[in-house]
């Protein structure tokens, strides 16, 4: 049986690790820049979506997979899922897969019927994690291209500590997929494996309403979700969209198996 709890959230990293992971990070539902002078970036040849991420049209409705609204998340053993809410708007803004030491955290937006987004996004983020002083790689994965970062920041004792991240992304039909996994799975490709296979059975549902591109799929709380529990005093969120950070906590819901 599965057990749900929330909790408002705190200023830890998702996945308990102890190693700074603060990193600020152009948000995927941003604007496209439009400006003239911008390098032009070559869009990714379409990525085999056979063994997922899936879109809505391609698997059975109800199929086990956790119902977010446009994301439909499948479990793991040992699996906690965190959801990430705006304060301010009391929206669900990510979902965040906790297994050991490692998150990844998912999000979804909307596309472009003309082509994806990824290789545009991830171009934005290398920009402003270098701008920062921090470190940018692009490497064939096996889920196509993903950025690799080291963002620098000030450990508790005053040394520059770095925080390792793994950007995934794809593109689906009018859809973009982003993961993002942090503590030992960004360094770990062993570690990342079971958050990958979640990444993979992950499905998208975009709706047929239309919605600017790169504007985040509407998330909700799961049905089995009953009467939250009292908020933690003293605990703070992200407020805003514009602010959230992949490595900050949201509200939660851990199912636990």
Do not use: C, Y
């Not at 948000?27 to 070559?42: C, I, L």
């Not at 990510?94 to 979804?108: C, F, K, R, Y």
């Amino acid at each position: 049986m599965s057990i749900f709890r929330r909790r408002k959230a705190d200023a830890e990293t998702a996945a308990d690790t102890g190693t700074e992971t603060e990193l600020d990070v152009v948000d995927g539902a941003e604007d496209v820049d439009t400006d003239t002078d911008a390098p032009e970036v070559t869009p990714d040849p379409p990525v085999d979506r056979s063994a997922g991420p899936f879109d809505a049209s391609e698997v059975e409705d109800d199929d086990g997979r956790l119902d977010l609204g446009a994301l439909r998340i499948r479990g793991a053993e040992g699996m906690e899922l965190r959801l990430e809410i705006d304060q301010e708007q009391q929206h669900v803004i990510a979902a965040t897969a906790v297994i050991g030491e490692s998150a990844l955290q998912l999000q979804a937006f909307a596309a472009p019927r003309s082509g994806g987004v990824w290789a545009d996004i991830r171009s934005e983020i290398a920009a402003a994690i270098e701008t920062q002083g921090g470190t940018a790689d692009l490497e064939d994965g096996p889920l196509g291209t993903e950025l690799r970062t080291r963002m620098p920041s000030a450990g508790p004792d005053g040394r520059t500590v770095f925080a390792p991240a793994r950007f995934l992304g794809i593109d689906g039909p009018r859809w973009f997929l982003r993961g993002v996994i942090s503590g030992r799975g960004a360094i770990d490709d062993d570690a990342a494996a079971p958050l990958l296979d979640v990444f993979r059975e992950t499905v998208v549902v975009r709706g047929s309403d239309p919605m600017a591109p790169r504007e985040l799929l509407p998330l909700r709380l799961p049905q089995e979700e009953a009467t939250p529990m009292p908020a933690v005093p003293g605990a703070e969120g992200p407020t805003s969209t514009d602010e959230l950070n992949p490595f900050e906590r949201g509200p939660e819901i851990t199912e636990v198996r």
